[in-house]
């Protein structure tokens, strides 16, 4: 699945952090980034074209790293991009 983000659009920060990560971290961060709000995983495994147990997996990761923060909304779990 094609998912066209303006990477010039892109904050420099973000750009720095997305160069660290292998290419599967990086769609999903740059994808969580680029939608600007707090997303359920199933949310961008749609986007992505991958399953929502790998994308929540991989967010669990992005939150260790200290690139992503959980937010706690009723019975769901989102997740957040830090800058």
Known sequence: ????????????????NAVKLNDT?????????????ATA???????????RAYVH?????LECMGLV???EDDKRVKFEAIE
């Open 69 to 71: 923060k959980r937010v």
């Open 41 to 51: 995983p199933k949310e961008i495994a749609k986007k992505l074209g991958y399953a």
């Open 1 to 16: 699945m094609a998912l066209n983000i303006d990477v010039k659009k892109l904050p420099r920060t973000v750009l720095e």
């Open 25 to 37: 971290l990086k769609k999903i961060y740059i994808t969580l980034y680029y939608t600007g709000e």
């Open 57 to 61: 997996m991989r967010l669990c990761q």
